[in-house]
């Protein structure tokens, strides 16, 4: 499973898009432009913002699973940018 899981938000934002470009027809350029920005702001943007709730919720967890050491303040770091990143990510695409 863990072989799979980066590859369940750019999946699940395939899907979205496949039903977005079925339901509303689009051909062409527009499709091409629908499939691209669901996997910006959901293949990306939410794969950041569950990186960074990792890193900050359960930061132990994740140390110990990329073999970091435990209580390191670097998590923090490491959370507040994925979150950051990930939140401006979604937010610049539903503009």
């Known amino acids: 499973m863990e072989i799979l899981w980066p590859l369940f938000f750019p999946i699940l934002a395939s899907i979205i898009a496949a039903i977005n470009i079925a339901v509303k027809k689009y051909t062409g350029t527009k499709a091409l432009e629908t499939f691209l920005m ?3 702001a959901a ?3 939410l794969s950041l ?3 960074g709730i ?3 919720l359960f930061s132990d967890m994740v140390a110990q699973s990329i073999g970091w050491p ?3 303040p ?3 770091e ?3 940018w ?3 990143m990930g939140h401006s990510t979604v937010m610049l695409e539903s503009l």
């Open 78 to 80: 490491v959370g507040m």
């Open 43 to 45: 293949g990306f943007g």
């Open 70 to 72: 435990t209580g390191s």
């Open 74 to 76: 670097f998590q923090l």
């Open 49 to 51: 913002l569950w990186g």
């Open 38 to 40: 669901w996997q910006l």
């Open 82 to 84: 994925d979150a950051a």
């Open 54 to 56: 990792g890193h900050l």
